[in-house]
């Protein structure tokens, strides 16, 4: 309906544009100046502005990186003033754009949100997003490599300049050694792991992020033909057939889950607090440093380590993306150009902060960065950069997600 609504008002604009005259072509609108100046004046334009970032606020990693790396260094170099707004939930952005779009409103709240995979198709598609803008930012330029699948592409959708790629994830099992001498290494040998350990297993419930992701990984790991799943050349009738496996051993895994299946983790928080409480000895991340922080935070025992499945683990980008109607779009350009720099994607990338993947190609640092890049070393829970490469998979197509989130409910969860 909300497209046929703008659809119509596009219409009667192009009906009514003969009307205006020469007072619509006389100058360009301050959106298009902005894509269209040096980005000297952008920074200058941005300066003094408070700029909000709407991102997940679960990991207290992200925060900390965000709250007392970033944002003191961008209110001292570019003047710019960073606002975190936490969210549970990237849809949270979504409905909001949605509802803002259908009423009109020109000028929102939101300056930069973090997102990716189907979120970013359902923006996309209902044009809540501004650009593009990526090739204005001189360290897009100079750090990315645009041309690289998982930064041009989004869960398969093409990113067409309108998100910058901020870092680098890919899918891990967290377990505790002390409990799990030899973790299993494919679908076939988790399924048998979990049957001869019940109740010490289990994932969230979907819609929840990793617990969405967990079964796209199982997909990778039972699919013949995992690549067909990549790009949106399915419709839903023919999707549903395929991924029948699935579901069967979704099916066959679920009465030797925690709670015997009956009920799912609401998210990964509480996951994680069943498993830091040893009633599961599994959890996992799509962060594959997120059991290190967790160590270090204290929170999971210092036996934690993590793995991945030989079949393949999920790997993905994810972005930062301006709304149509964000307020400051001149401070949300600067604040993400310098998200993109070396320094910003260095000190993100130190498990002392974050952990996070680079988004910046390693083909484009200079020797000297490279070498500043080597003298970070992976924490002893996680998995060597070369050992998460071997494995990695690429995300399939955004189109399929809400369909196979939605399959698992009537296949699975009311079974």
Not at 20 to 29: I, N
Request: contains cysteine; negative net charge; glycine residues 6%.
């Amino acid at each position: 309906m909300f497209k046929k609504i703008l659809a119509l008002f596009l219409t009667l604009g192009l009906l009514t544009a003969p009307l205006a005259g020469c007072r619509q072509t006389a100058s360009l609108s301050p959106d298009k100046e902005l894509l269209q100046a040096d980005f000297s004046q952008i920074q200058k334009e941005a300066r003094g502005q408070t700029v909000a970032i709407y991102m997940w606020g679960g990991d207290e990693s992200v925060n900390r990186y965000m709250d007392e790396w970033v944002a003191p260094r961008v209110e001292k170099e570019l003047g710019i003033k960073l606002k975190r707004v936490p969210i549970n939930d990237a849809r949270e952005m979504i409905n909001k754009l949605l509802t803002e779009k259908e009423a009109g409103k020109t000028k929102g709240s939101i300056d930069i949100m973090w997102i990716n995979g189907e979120n970013f198709k359902l923006a996309k598609d209902n044009d809540l997003l501004w650009g593009p803008f990526v090739d204005k930012l001189p360290n897009y330029n100079r750090y990315i490599d645009g041309e690289d699948y998982q930064i041009k592409y989004d869960f398969g959708e093409d990113t067409e300049g309108l998100e910058a790629p901020w870092g680098k994830a890919q899918f891990v099992f967290i377990y505790d050694s002390n409990k799990i001498a030899s973790p299993p290494d494919t679908v076939e040998a988790l399924k048998a792991w979990i049957k001869d350990n019940p109740g010490r297993f289990t994932y969230p419930a979907p819609p929840d992020f990793t617990g969405s992701a967990f079964i796209r990984q199982i997909l990778a790991g039972v699919s013949s033909n995992y690549d067909r799943y990549l790009t949106a050349s399915l419709d839903r009738e023919s999707l549903e057939t395929e991924i029948t496996p699935l579901w069967d051993y979704l099916n066959q895994i679920k009465p030797y889950l925690w709670q015997k299946g009956i009920t799912y983790p609401e998210n990964i928080a509480k996951l994680n607090e069943l498993y830091a409480q040893g009633e599961v000895y599994m959890t996992m991340s799509y962060n594959p440093n997120y059991a290190d922080n967790m160590i270090k935070q204290g929170r999971f025992p210092a036996t934690t380590r993590t793995f991945v499945l030989k079949n393949g683990s999920l790997a993905n980008t994810h972005y930062l993306a301006i709304p149509f109607n964000a307020p400051h779009k001149a401070g949300a350009m600067a604040v993400i150009d310098y998200l993109l720099s070396f320094e910003a994607q260095l000190a993100k990338f130190d498990p002392a902060n974050w952990g996070d993947g680079l988004a910046i190609s390693l083909a484009k640092l200079s020797p000297e960065e490279k070498e500043k890049l080597k003298q970070i070393k992976p924490g002893k829970a996680a998995l060597s950069p070369e050992e998460l490469e071997k494995y990695k998979l690429p995300e399939l197509s955004g189109a399929y997600v809400d369909i196979i989130e939605e399959g698992w409910f009537n296949h699975v969860a009311k079974n």
